[in-house]
């Protein structure tokens, strides 16, 4: 069997499954999440550093961005100058080329201004960004992404760190079927499960950030992710049986007693 | 007649993460980031809007009025 390699942007990761840093109770918790969740990647954010505070821990400290890729986000930029402003300081920081673009719209559903998200991709691809785009779930706009040039096309499954699950099966396989570049489901994932149905619906990956930090045991729930997105990946490769409306016995008949 | 030297030091009001600060003028951004004990290969810094190289960190001395933002990776989603 081929080998089932998944590829974003010409990176190789050894995991389908991408996890947040935000939200965690320390940085100690976040890199003993992300060691259990098996993933190559994160995302993190981009903010002033506190000036006062000389001996806030940093990041880096915990999770080394040698091992474990970073992915620059732009989360709170709500146009699309705040978010290349924050990817190219991202990328002076230390070379970074492959981010995450998410232009929010509302702040309230922190649902993805599409307007600005497009014009924000456009621009980043011309600057050599190998951009990993948020956005709805609106096959034609996801296409639109592509075209552009998008690394991957990453839409929400319900409202980001609402733990609503996947709400629109349907748009999310119609952006499947037709995308040609990996399509990642970022935002709304709130257990295991939910990103196992992603997975079998042929989503090439999953985002996961709160599910993960705001579980009663988020070192546990991240290697259930794990578990989850590999089981989905499996389950999907196997292709699924086909539904039957009445029974169809599994013993066999022959030689009934 | 004794010359008494002037010794004036230049002020540079200053917003640095939007703080309102006021430092020498001779501080390059280099010796900034060393004030602040801030290590300056895990940063970005930008300077009235632009970013700065940081092979230019030596190089550029704060100004009156300038306007510093440095920033770095903090957890997010």
């Known amino acids: 069997m081929k080998k089932d390699i998944f590829k974003v942007g010409g990176l190789v990761l050894k995991s389908r499954l991408i996890v947040g840093t935000g939200k965690y109770k320390n940085f100690k918790e976040t890199a003993e999440a992300v060691k259990a969740s098996g993933a190559s990647m994160v995302t993190v954010a981009v903010r002033r550093i506190n000036i006062l505070d000389k001996k806030k821990p940093l990041l880096t400290d915990f999770i080394n961005p040698k091992i474990i890729k970073y992915l620059p986000n732009t989360a709170g930029c709500f146009n699309a100058n705040e978010s290349l402003r924050t990817l190219r300081l991202a990328r002076e920081m230390g070379g970074w080329k492959m981010v995450k673009l998410e232009v929010l719209g509302d702040k309230k559903t922190l649902y993805p201004d599409m307007i600005e998200t497009l014009k924000a991709t456009k621009i980043l691809v011309k600057e050599g960004f190998k951009v990993l785009v948020y956005c709805s779930d609106d096959p034609l706009l996801a296409k639109k992404l592509e075209h552009l040039g998008a690394a991957a096309i990453m839409p929400l499954a319900s409202p980001i760190g609402s733990g609503q699950g996947i709400q629109n099966k349907i748009n999310l396989s119609l952006i499947i079927k037709n995308a040609k570049v990996p399509v990642i489901v970022d935002a709304g994932i709130g257990t295991a499960s939910d990103s196992t149905i992603a997975m079998e619906l042929g989503c090439d990956g999953v985002l996961v950030n709160s599910a993960i930090a705001k579980a009663k045991k988020p070192v546990l729930m991240a290697e259930s992710f794990k578990n989850a997105v590999i089981s989905g990946r499996q389950s999907f490769l196997s292709g699924r049986m086909s539904k039957l409306f009445y029974a169809d016995a599994s013993s066999p008949l022959k030689g009934l007693i | ?77």
Do not use: C, P
């Not at chain 2, 280099?30 to 895990?42: E, H, N, Q, R, V």
């Open chain 2, 1 to 77: 007649m004794k010359v008494g030297v002037l010794n004036i030091l230049i002020m540079a009001k200053i917003q640095l993460n939007g703080r309102k600060l006021e430092l020498s003028s001779k501080h390059s951004i280099t010796t900034l980031l060393k004030k602040y004990k801030i290590d300056g290969k895990k940063i970005a810094v930008e300077l009235n809007g632009t970013i700065v190289n940081r092979n230019k960190y030596k190089l550029i001395y704060i100004k009156n009025k300038d306007k510093i933002e440095i920033v770095h990776f903090i957890g997010g989603g």
